[in-house]
């Protein structure tokens, strides 16, 4: 094992692949010469040139379309989208092309594109550079969502995804790029739709991904000296959602709180609060609860910023509530 | 009388998939009259030698992208009428086993990367196409059909910005029949002179008329050479009409009776046919003969698309995910 950051777990899945594939290429704004607005593609370029690593003109329309386009016709793109506030610009390519056209043409075809792209709160960055958009991608059928915690989760889930012959929404989050982990040297990979448990405990489940997963691992690491044994559940990938794995974890536990960044209202947290109803409500001693961002655009002022998402304390406040 | 220089073989073939396609609407129009096709449909009858003209001038293994006025392309690409009028009437036996229908008519075996339901939805995927073509050097060229409606759309310049710039072998075939659903180009366009959109991202364009199929292929294979010799991207506007309304509850009611029998007076099949009659290439006989046979296929078309079962209840599910 060796320590690395999140941006150099990520990098390093892009490396590999392109090494590996000369299909796999990256295209996207600022990819190349700069290495990404948050560094990770840094050195690609260098080491690929710009036939494989491409710099394109600011249009992210036609960067998810033909990146669409050319895995229909047998390449492998992986296409940066800087911030995934920027997708509603290409929301029209994901949804009714990349989504669809396999099914639309009785699986004739496939779209085995990845697009790579970055949100979350805790820059100040305001209401277009800070969202939680997740809920919007797994509210479509016949794409998969990704949301990397750890930087083992970020490379193995990386190249899981340029393998997988569906478009993958893989979203970064800005506040993790210079966390770091554990990495195996050798080649790994991890399947999508496979959610880890982090942390093993038998009073109550927290289910958290991406930022809120560190938050909560944060607060079970605070409970446990107060005697709360908490089981931190990292769902992973979004869609398809492990629910397995999350119920099982309410079969032991009969508490059950989901901590997400995203607006709370018809967001991720009641996706997975309905569906852990749907499969273990008999095994639940308490509701459901959900702590998720606030129902606002993500405002700029860092005291408002941090009301807005769910932070330690409130989710250590949650539990407790949770256990009377 | 206008001379014309082709063989037997491909007068044949450019009026007979002509009439395919011409017959192939009129029998869906009465589809939908009847209530045996459900749903709706834009019929492309009245610029089918802009599909037949532009797929004659490229190579089998070459690619294009559709419209959802996009039936005459699937079959000037090599589609098979049964199975394409089974996908309109929804059944399994469909290119797309019955989950596209009319909107996404597009047997993507054929190298047709799939008609659009989305105005302007194959652009994105036209420079996609041209990337890995490029990428992979194979010397194939993506064809990107859409309408005067669709070149209004962000998308448009996105993409041809981007195949402008890496020099991407598309050849873009705009079909300019003068109305984006009700409002027309005038209406809709600061520029109407389409041509001019390409000229802004260096795109060099020439306008035919796109109801003449000869006139189509010779452009379409001009500027298909440009592309395929690593140029860049090129676009050809053929000037149309389409004969029905956008779809079928169309009252027509931004357009003149006139304007519309000036435009049937100049009608592809009829134009075309006579013309290889006065040129001695076909007989009357022989014409008449071609679309006889192709009723026979339309009808035997329809027979086997109403013969078809639908989709089984377990097909709902299948083909979302690879």
Partial sequence: ?324 | MSDIKITKDEAVFYLKQMMQIRQFEDKIMDLLGQNVAEGGSHLYAGEEAIAVGAMAAIKKDDLITSTHRGHGHCVAKGGELPVLMAEILGKQTGCCKGKGGSLHLADVSTGNLGANGVVGGGFGIAAGAGLTLKMKKTGQVVLCFFGDGAINQGIFHESANMAGKWKLPVVYICENNMYGMSVSVERASAVTDLGKRAAAYDIPSETVDGMDVLAVREAVDKWVDYSRGGKGPSMVVCNTYRYYGHSRSDPRAYRTREEEKEWRDRDCIKVFGRKCVDNKILTQKQVDGIEKEVAGEIEAAVKFAVDSPYPAPEELFEDLYS
């Fill in chain 1, 1 to 324: 094992m060796k320590t690395i950051t999140y941006w150099k777990a990520i990098n390093e899945a892009l490396d590999e692949m392109m090494e590996k594939d000369p299909s796999v290429f990256v295209m996207g704004e600022d990819v190349a010469i700069y290495g990404g607005a948050y560094g990770v593609t840094r050195g690609l370029y260098e080491k690929y040139g710009e036939e494989r690593i491409r710099d394109t003109a600011i249009s992210e329309a036609a960067i998810v379309g033909a990146g669409i386009g050319s895995a229909m016709t047998g390449m492998r793109p992986v296409v940066e989208i800087m911030y995934v506030d920027f997708m509603g610009i290409a929301m029209d390519q994901l949804n009714n092309q990349a989504a669809k056209v396999r099914y639309m043409f009785g699986g004739k075809t496939t779209v085995p594109l990845v697009i790579r792209t970055e949100g979350g709160a805790g820059r100040t960055l305001g209401a277009h550079h800070s969202q939680s958009l997740e809920s919007w991608f797994i509210h479509i059928p016949g794409i998969k969502v990704v949301m990397p915690s750890t930087p083992y989760d970020a490379k193995g889930l990386l190249k899981e995804s340029i393998l997988d012959n569906n478009p993958v929404v893989y979203i970064e989050h800005k506040m993790l790029y210079g966390t770091k982990g554990e990495v195996p040297e050798e080649d790994y990979t991890i399947p999508l739709g496979k959610a880890d448990v982090k942390r093993k405990g038998k009073d109550i489940t927290i289910v958290a991904y991406s930022r809120s997963l560190l938050r909560s691992l944060d607060a079970a690491k605070e409970l446990e000296k107060e005697g709360i044994d908490v089981e931190v559940v990292d769902p992973r990938t979004l869609l398809p959602l492990d629910i397995g794995t999350i119920s099982d974890s309410v079969k032991k536990t009969h508490r059950v709180l989901v901590v997400s960044e995203d607006c709370k209202t018809g967001g991720t947290g009641a996706e997975i609060g309905m569906q852990i109803m749907e499969n273990c409500f008999d095994y639940l001693d308490a509701p459901v609860v959900r702590l998720a961002g606030a129902d606002v655009p993500m405002p700029k002022s860092p005291v408002l910023e941090k009301l807005a998402i769910p932070d330690k304390d409130d989710i250590i406040k949650k539990v407790k509530e949770i256990l009377g």
